[in-house]
């Protein structure tokens, strides 16, 4: 385990999202509640602007930057 350093906050899995834990575990193949979806982005004239719009949209979604934690904890 880390130290949790850097951690913004911990809360409690949704129903949901305890049962997408559950089924994930479950289903060791990993398609389990998967889906990607891929592209090619064509004239980006500017891929450093590009990164930092990511970084942005990444710094601002807690959806995008959870981490689930349920091995050696008593509540996932």
């Given amino acids: 385990m880390g130290t949790g350093e850097g951690i913004a906050d911990v809360v409690p899995l ?3 999202q305890q049962g997408m834990l559950f089924h ?3 289903d ?4 389990a ?3 990607q979806m891929a592209f090619v982005l064509e004239g980006v004239e500017d891929v450093d602007r590009l990164a930092d719009a990511w970084q942005e949209a990444v710094n601002s979604s807690d959806a995008l930057r959870i981490s689930v934690v349920w091995e050696e904890v008593d509540e996932p």
Avoid: A, I, N
């Fill in 14 to 16: 949704s129903p949901m």
């Fill in 24 to 26: 994930s575990l479950e």
């Fill in 28 to 31: 060791t193949s990993g398609q």
């Fill in 33 to 35: 509640y998967v889906e």
